[in-house]
């Protein structure tokens, strides 16, 4: 049975209020849209609602006009014109868009005819805008523009870093960073050490600029919070976010239930790693960094794909032995229409930023997918979770107003990291050899017992700095201390950092998140928790587990984190016990992998 109608190319009819040929480019071209909406009479719920939705729509189309200006400057961070075109937006278009955002929030609050707005995830959008109107001041929006204008550095800077390697003519090359990442997975251990050492040393030059940006940004971020009346950043960030369904104390526990239950597992997986290796090399002595991505077998790396095209058709097909599991094509639809739309750029290329992304586009309701490929397991991986994203997007495209449409990351992520593990069986599409299928699910799953440990690492090295953003410790040096304590929390005791010390004390500046999007982090560790729920449900009933999946991301945001979960049938809990068990599933598929 079709659980979706089969998807076509978007065919939307032209909204009321704005057309899509609407061409941004000066302020006083959108500013009469805004002063109609702060002027126009509202005398009746019906008249509300238009309002709503043509408030909506206006943002829907500023929001896709972002969009478009930030894509095409991480497709190319080395155009000074793309450049130009996104610091526009910041500059002169975002900050009359806060101080207009908060006028209508107030507007819609403040309507008699509030009440009568019944239709489910008013409720919700409306808390928002209270949260909002709340926290709003004059004074920050000058230093969120400036804010923006420092985060966009980030990608610049580490977009243009290269390293130099000798390909396999013996011939020097320059290679991007994600590039020279696939080079970790040689069987080589001397070309591991030498690539790990140059990628480190590579980062390690610029760290003090790093360091310089991240510090100008915490402070900036520190004098919004204490604008708006909070104690530091975090506080004023889990009101900004919205997070309503959790607190900080619900972090640390995450962060306490990670460490007893989860990282004791990267110590068995590390000696078992360590010892495998030494079987294969018998001057193999220590365990070290470049040693963490090797088939501890000796096995060359995995290729699923050779290039973007390819990795793009076989996710497809992929998404489409998903569909088969219950009937329809609705996931493999998703991305074929991205591909005649041209919605993707998958390759990594020098000049590119770093990372990946899918971007939802609020008005064609088709989003854009981001990435770095390099012909890695890791790409794959990416590939199918920037697809649960798109999916996402999708599901949530013909939701009637934006706030419906944009869920918190803890859904958005539960999408993607869901999808990571509802493809999994149909992985033989990359990998023909049983063999070769079988270690790439065992590295997956040995992934997501890495990737809570390290969450937790880079949300609780988050509380730290902004907890004590004015404290005399939260000197470089003392950023550089707590960040080593909590990194060596959070890791296993067999990796030896002897003599690499300074890379270790820098390892943070990797993390994009901590420039650009601070405090989105914990997310990712959230919503693995819930993947790993709505894979085990998968597994028991496939078309139970995949329409409760579904069923969770249509609601968009329109209900509760706590009651989307329970769409999918996944409990929304922190514990031990909690987590305990749903790592015990995982750690189980992988002894039965390996048996």
């Given at each position: 049975m079709n659980m979706e109608p089969t998807l076509t190319l978007p065919t939307r009819p032209a909204r009321p209020f704005i057309g899509e040929e609407f061409v941004l480019k000066t302020w006083d071209e959108v500013k009469p849209l805004y002063d109609n909406l702060v002027e126009r009479p509202l005398n009746n719920a019906d008249e509300l609602r238009q309002w709503l939705a043509d408030r909506s729509e206006l943002e829907s189309y500023l929001s896709e006009n972002f969009a478009w200006r930030y894509i095409r400057m991480t497709c190319d961070t080395s155009d000074a014109d793309l450049i130009n075109q996104f610091n526009f937006f910041i500059t002169e278009i975002q900050p009359q868009l806060s101080a207009y955002e908060n006028t209508l929030d107030k507007r819609t609050v403040e309507s008699p005819y509030l009440t009568e707005l019944r239709e489910k995830g008013f409720d919700i959008a409306l808390r928002g805008m209270k949260k909002a109107i709340e926290i709003f001041r004059d004074e920050n929006i000058p230093l969120q523009t400036e804010i923006q204008t420092e985060q966009r550095k980030y990608g610049a800077l580490v977009g243009a870093m290269t390293i130099q390697v000798n390909n396999a003519d013996g011939v020097s090359e320059e290679i991007t960073l994600p590039q020279a990442g696939t080079l970790l997975q040689s069987p080589d251990r001397a070309l591991r050490e030498q690539v790990w050492l140059k990628i480190q040393e590579r980062r390690y030059r610029d760290k003090d600029q790093l360091d310089e940006l991240y510090t100008r940004l915490r402070d900036l971020r520190h004098q919004v919070a204490v604008n708006a009346g909070f104690a530091n950043f975090r506080d004023y960030m889990f009101a900004a976010m919205g997070r309503f369904d959790y607190t900080p104390q619900d972090c640390f526990d995450f962060h306490?239930?990670?460490?007893?239950?989860?990282?004791?597992?990267?110590?068995?997986?590390?000696?078992?790693?360590?010892?495998?290796?030494?079987?294969?090399?018998?001057?193999?002595?220590?365990?070290?960094?470049?040693?963490?991505?090797?088939?501890?077998?000796?096995?060359?790396?995995?290729?699923?794909?050779?290039t973007g095209n390819e990795l793009l058709n076989k996710t497809i097909t992929c998404f489409n032995r998903l569909d088969a599991a219950v009937g329809g094509s609705y996931f493999s639809d998703c991305l074929r229409i991205m591909k005649a739309m041209g919605?993707?750029?998958?390759?990594?290329?020098?000049?590119?930023?770093?990372?990946?992304?899918?971007?939802?586009?609020?008005?064609?309701?088709?989003?854009?997918?981001?990435?770095?490929?390099?012909?890695?397991?890791?790409?794959?991986?990416?590939?199918?979770?920037?697809?649960?994203?798109?999916?996402?997007?999708?599901?949530?495209?013909?939701?009637?107003?934006?706030?419906?449409?944009?869920?918190?990351?803890?859904?958005?992520?539960?999408?993607?990291?869901?999808?990571?593990?509802?493809?999994?069986?149909?992985?033989?599409?990359?990998?023909?050899?049983?063999?070769?299928?079988?270690?790439?699910?065992?590295?997956?799953?040995?992934?997501?017992?890495?990737?809570?440990?390290?969450?937790?690492?880079?949300?609780?090295?988050?509380?730290?700095?902004?907890?004590?953003?004015?404290?005399?410790?939260?000197?470089?040096?003392?950023?550089?201390?707590?960040?080593?304590?909590?990194?060596?929390?959070?890791?296993?005791?067999?990796?030896?950092?002897?003599?690499?010390?300074?890379?270790?004390?820098?390892?943070?500046?990797?993390?994009?998140?901590?420039?650009?999007?601070?405090?989105?982090?914990?997310?990712?560790?959230?919503?693995?928790?819930?993947?790993?729920?709505?894979?085990?449900n998968f597994r028991q009933d496939p078309q139970k587990g995949l329409q409760g999946y579904m069923n969770a991301l249509k609601l968009g945001y329109t209900a509760p984190i706590r009651d989307i979960y329970r769409a999918a049938d996944v409990p929304f809990d922190f514990s031990e016990a909690h987590i305990g068990r749903l790592i015990q599933f995982v750690w189980d598929e992988i002894e039965r992998l390996k048996n």
């Amino acid at each position: 049975m079709n659980m979706e109608p089969t998807l076509t190319l978007p065919t939307r009819p032209a909204r009321p209020f704005i057309g899509e040929e609407f061409v941004l480019k000066t302020w006083d071209e959108v500013k009469p849209l805004y002063d109609n909406l702060v002027e126009r009479p509202l005398n009746n719920a019906d008249e509300l609602r238009q309002w709503l939705a043509d408030r909506s729509e206006l943002e829907s189309y500023l929001s896709e006009n972002f969009a478009w200006r930030y894509i095409r400057m991480t497709c190319d961070t080395s155009d000074a014109d793309l450049i130009n075109q996104f610091n526009f937006f910041i500059t002169e278009i975002q900050p009359q868009l806060s101080a207009y955002e908060n006028t209508l929030d107030k507007r819609t609050v403040e309507s008699p005819y509030l009440t009568e707005l019944r239709e489910k995830g008013f409720d919700i959008a409306l808390r928002g805008m209270k949260k909002a109107i709340e926290i709003f001041r004059d004074e920050n929006i000058p230093l969120q523009t400036e804010i923006q204008t420092e985060q966009r550095k980030y990608g610049a800077l580490v977009g243009a870093m290269t390293i130099q390697v000798n390909n396999a003519d013996g011939v020097s090359e320059e290679i991007t960073l994600p590039q020279a990442g696939t080079l970790l997975q040689s069987p080589d251990r001397a070309l591991r050490e030498q690539v790990w050492l140059k990628i480190q040393e590579r980062r390690y030059r610029d760290k003090d600029q790093l360091d310089e940006l991240y510090t100008r940004l915490r402070d900036l971020r520190h004098q919004v919070a204490v604008n708006a009346g909070f104690a530091n950043f975090r506080d004023y960030m889990f009101a900004a976010m919205g997070r309503f369904d959790y607190t900080p104390q619900d972090c640390f526990d995450f962060h306490a239930s990670v460490s007893k239950a989860v990282v004791p597992l990267l110590d068995q997986l590390a000696l078992e790693r360590k010892e495998k290796l030494a079987k294969a090399d018998v001057s193999f002595d220590v365990l070290r960094p470049w040693d963490a991505k090797v088939d501890p077998d000796g096995l060359p790396a995995l290729k699923p794909f050779e290039t973007g095209n390819e990795l793009l058709n076989k996710t497809i097909t992929c998404f489409n032995r998903l569909d088969a599991a219950v009937g329809g094509s609705y996931f493999s639809d998703c991305l074929r229409i991205m591909k005649a739309m041209g919605h993707l750029d998958l390759e990594s290329r020098k000049g590119k930023a770093p990372g990946g992304y899918n971007y939802p586009l609020e008005e064609i309701g088709v989003p854009f997918i981001f990435m770095n490929a390099t012909s890695s397991l890791r790409d794959l991986v990416t590939m199918v979770h920037e697809g649960g994203h798109a999916v996402h997007s999708f599901l949530t495209r013909d939701l009637p107003l934006k706030p419906f449409r944009n869920p918190p990351m803890e859904v958005a992520e539960l999408a993607s990291m869901s999808m990571e593990l509802l493809t999994m069986d149909s992985w033989d599409v990359f990998f023909e050899n049983p063999e070769d299928l079988k270690r790439a699910k065992i590295q997956h799953l040995e992934s997501i017992i890495e990737t809570l440990p390290w969450v937790a690492t880079i949300d609780k090295f988050q509380h730290w700095v902004y907890e004590t953003a004015v404290d005399p410790a939260a000197t470089v040096d003392g950023r550089k201390t707590a960040w080593v304590r909590i990194f060596e929390e959070f890791s296993d005791t067999i990796t030896s950092w002897d003599g690499l010390e300074k890379y270790e004390a820098y390892s943070w500046q990797k993390q994009l998140h901590l420039y650009e999007v601070p405090f989105y982090y914990i997310e990712y560790g959230i919503a693995q928790l819930g993947a790993i729920g709505v894979w085990m449900n998968f597994r028991q009933d496939p078309q139970k587990g995949l329409q409760g999946y579904m069923n969770a991301l249509k609601l968009g945001y329109t209900a509760p984190i706590r009651d989307i979960y329970r769409a999918a049938d996944v409990p929304f809990d922190f514990s031990e016990a909690h987590i305990g068990r749903l790592i015990q599933f995982v750690w189980d598929e992988i002894e039965r992998l390996k048996n």
